[in-house]
């Protein structure tokens, strides 16, 4: 009898682990199968995180004319044809080429036809009209620029013992024994920085204009010119960074070829940093590293004290004297990401939709108040969004998610970073996401993708210096190329070694650089 018994007892032992086995593996397997979804979207399908109000039939958690009414949106502009309404098809044409200069082609008769076919006059001219308007392409040219220095001398001491001869002043050289002049340069760099053309590319480009300019010299000019005048400009910047209450910080991943002591295959990253919403004149910029330790942030950012705002990722938490604010963007993403790619209509909301739109409303206040001074929107958000956030963490601490699910990554990746999520809260000029870093560094990631790699530590240390002027001077309603420009003209004469003050002049928002190159 006892051994009927313990023979029983190894039966249920057995179908009990047998059970456990199965629902483990029926886990695993709903697992690999969500991240197989996951990873055909990722390629397939839409990049946009936008929500819509109607999803597969079915209306949201919020309505749609609470999403969709925006009281400032501007009327079309309309015109009466024969008893009905159209919109002018002008008038964004005419806006767009206001203020180009205009060439008059003017068509006229010969001579020799201008008489009357009836009573053969002479025919005189009466009025003009115009045909059409076309948008003209004018060709880049280059020329030699060449500098001519006059001599002087006085004609009584030429005979002497002391002649006397003086030469008139001529502006420093940006490169000595070199071709390379500040639109030169700055047309290299523009070209490479803002609209991603590669190096080989623009040595073609060279070639068509009949220069033969090497893609090596052209890094050359690049390095050089950043490193003697660049440089020193965006070391002033990060003074005036480190001197606000807000920054935003973010990183991406670069691969360097020749860097001692790695291989070429190995991440190497770029950091970018950038001023929040504090209502003073914008910077940003890139800070190349070898790597993603946080240490790396820590050393940039040692002289600051403030808000930083940041994504998910652990190394921010070596910052000092700083308090950390959360991305409810990035735990949005996580989210959407564990959403079902097909699900049937009229079904209640899933969790992932649940935890989405709580997010959703939180962005949708923020819009509501965007336009309030910081002191009224610190109010608001504690009036209209503490409510929000309180329901969202009751919520989130009563699911029951499978581990390692795409739901139980995201209600864990909120859970960790809950001590940061609500700080957005202290301050009014705080945000709730880290988009204006992210969107920083989309210029990077753009041209990542035509250039590929850095062939060097020096210039990915250069092209960290440059994209930082390139985004600054937008981020001031600058014309690129012109500052660029405006940069390496005036930095050759200018003694900022000794007079660090005469960088002040130089600054992105400076009368004197909005004056000479604001759009």
Same mark, same amino acid.
């Given at each position: 009898?006892?051994?009927?018994?313990?023979?029983?007892?190894?039966?249920?032992?057995?179908?009990?682990?047998?059970?456990?086995?199965?629902?483990?593996?029926?886990?695993?397997?709903?697992?690999?199968?969500?991240?197989?979804?996951?990873?055909?979207?990722?390629?397939?399908?839409?990049?946009?995180?936008?929500?819509?109000?109607?999803?597969?039939?079915?209306?949201?958690?919020?309505?749609?004319?609470?999403?969709?009414?925006?009281?400032?949106?501007?009327?079309?502009?309309?015109?009466?044809?024969?008893?009905?309404?159209?919109?002018?098809?002008?008038?964004?044409?005419?806006?767009?080429?206001?203020?180009?200069?205009?060439?008059?082609?003017?068509?006229?008769?010969?001579?020799?036809?201008?008489?009357?076919?009836?009573?053969?006059?002479?025919? *005189?001219?009466?009025?003009?009209?115009?045909?059409?308007?076309?948008?003209?392409?004018?060709?880049?040219?280059?020329?030699? /620029?060449?500098?001519?220095?006059?001599?002087?001398?006085?004609?009584?001491? *030429?005979?002497?013992?002391?002649?006397?001869? *003086?030469?008139?002043?001529?502006?420093?050289?940006?490169?000595?024994?070199?071709?390379?002049?500040?639109?030169?340069?700055?047309?290299?760099?523009?070209?490479?920085?803002?609209?991603?053309?590669?190096?080989?590319?623009?040595?073609?480009?060279?070639?068509?204009?009949?220069?033969?300019?090497?893609?090596?010299?052209?890094?050359?000019?690049?390095?050089?010119?950043?490193?003697?005048?660049?440089?020193?400009?965006?070391?002033?910047?990060?003074?005036?960074?480190?001197?606000?209450?807000?920054?935003?910080?973010?990183?991406?991943?670069?691969?360097?070829?020749?860097?001692?002591? *790695?291989?070429?295959?190995?991440?190497?990253?770029?950091?970018?940093?950038?001023?929040?919403?504090?209502?003073?004149?914008?910077?940003?910029?890139?800070?190349?590293?070898?790597?993603?330790?946080?240490?790396?942030?820590?050393?940039?950012?040692?002289?600051?004290?403030?808000?930083?705002?940041?994504?998910?990722?652990?190394?921010?938490?070596?910052?000092?004297?700083?308090?950390?604010?959360?991305?409810?963007?990035?735990?949005?993403?996580?989210? /959407?990401?564990?959403?079902?790619?097909?699900?049937?209509?009229?079904?209640?909301?899933?969790?992932?939709?649940?935890?989405?739109?709580?997010?959703?409303?939180?962005?949708?206040?923020?819009?509501?108040?965007?336009?309030?001074?910081?002191?009224?929107?610190?109010?608001?958000?504690?009036?209209?969004?503490?409510?929000?956030?309180?329901?969202?963490?009751?919520?989130?601490?009563?699911?029951?998610?499978?581990?390692?699910?795409?739901?139980?990554?995201?209600?864990?990746?909120?859970?960790?970073?809950?001590?940061?999520?609500?700080?957005?809260?202290?301050?009014?000029?705080?945000?709730?996401?880290?988009?204006?870093?992210?969107?920083?560094?989309?210029?990077?990631?753009?041209?990542?993708?035509?250039?590929?790699?850095?062939?060097?530590?020096?210039?990915? /240390?250069?092209?960290?210096?440059?994209?930082?002027?390139?985004?600054?001077?937008?981020?001031?309603?600058?014309?690129?190329?012109?500052?660029?420009?405006?940069?390496?003209?005036?930095?050759?004469?200018?003694?900022?070694?000794?007079?660090?003050?005469?960088?002040?002049?130089?600054?992105?928002?400076?009368?004197?650089?909005?004056?000479?190159?604001?759009?």
């Amino acid at each position: 009898m006892e051994h009927k018994d313990a023979y029983i007892e190894h039966l249920e032992n057995t179908i009990a682990g047998l059970k456990e086995t199965i629902s483990g593996l029926q886990n695993q397997i709903s697992n690999l199968t969500e991240m197989i979804m996951l990873l055909r979207k990722e390629k397939f399908g839409s990049s946009s995180e936008k929500t819509s109000y109607q999803v597969e039939g079915r209306i949201s958690l919020f309505n749609e004319v609470e999403i969709e009414a925006d009281a400032s949106a501007t009327e079309p502009v309309t015109k009466d044809v024969r008893g009905y309404k159209r919109t002018d098809a002008r008038t964004r044409r005419e806006e767009l080429i206001k203020d180009l200069p205009v060439r008059e082609v003017l068509c006229e008769t010969p001579d020799d036809e201008l008489y009357c076919l009836t009573c053969l006059s002479d025919l *005189k001219p009466v009025g003009k009209e115009v045909v059409r308007e076309e948008l003209e392409y004018i060709p880049a040219k280059v020329q030699i /620029v060449r500098y001519v220095r006059m001599a002087y001398e006085c004609p009584k001491c *030429k005979h002497t013992d002391h002649p006397y001869i *003086k030469k008139a002043l001529t502006p420093v050289s940006l490169m000595n024994h070199s071709l390379a002049s500040p639109s030169s340069v700055a047309n290299v760099m523009y070209q490479k920085y803002v609209n991603a053309v590669p190096l080989c590319r623009q040595e073609k480009d060279w070639g068509n204009l009949g220069i033969a300019l090497s893609r090596a010299t052209m890094a050359n000019w690049v390095i050089r010119c950043t490193q003697d005048y660049l440089i020193p400009v965006v070391n002033h910047l990060q003074k005036t960074l480190l001197s606000r209450d807000i920054i935003h910080c973010d990183e991406t991943p670069i691969q360097v070829l020749k860097e001692e002591g *790695k291989k070429p295959q190995t991440k190497s990253y770029m950091w970018v940093y950038r001023t929040g919403n504090d209502g003073e004149s914008p910077v940003i910029l890139y800070d190349y590293q070898s790597s993603r330790n946080g240490d790396h942030a820590a050393d940039f950012l040692r002289d600051f004290s403030g808000y930083i705002h940041s994504d998910g990722y652990s190394g921010y938490n070596k910052l000092t004297n700083i308090i950390r604010c959360g991305c409810w963007a990035h735990l949005r993403r996580k989210f /959407v990401e564990a959403i079902p790619s097909k699900k049937d209509v009229n079904v209640p909301l899933t969790s992932a939709e649940i935890g989405r739109d709580y997010c959703d409303r939180l962005f949708r206040i923020e819009k509501e108040i965007k336009d309030l001074s910081s002191e009224e929107r610190k109010i608001k958000r504690l009036e209209l969004e503490k409510p929000v956030l309180d329901a969202f963490w009751c919520w989130v601490e009563s699911l029951n998610t499978l581990k390692g699910s795409a739901l139980g990554k995201a209600v864990t990746y909120a859970i960790n970073q809950k001590p940061y999520m609500e700080n957005y809260l202290l301050d009014g000029r705080c945000s709730l996401s880290n988009n204006a870093a992210e969107n920083a560094i989309r210029p990077f990631t753009v041209g990542r993708k035509n250039w590929l790699f850095a062939d060097s530590p020096k210039g990915a /240390v250069s092209s960290a210096a440059v994209y930082s002027i390139v985004e600054t001077a937008k981020a001031n309603h600058l014309n690129v190329y012109t500052y660029i420009q405006y940069l390496l003209l005036y930095m050759p004469d200018t003694d900022w070694q000794n007079h660090p003050e005469y960088l002040n002049d130089l600054m992105p928002w400076s009368m004197a650089v909005q004056a000479e190159c604001g759009n």
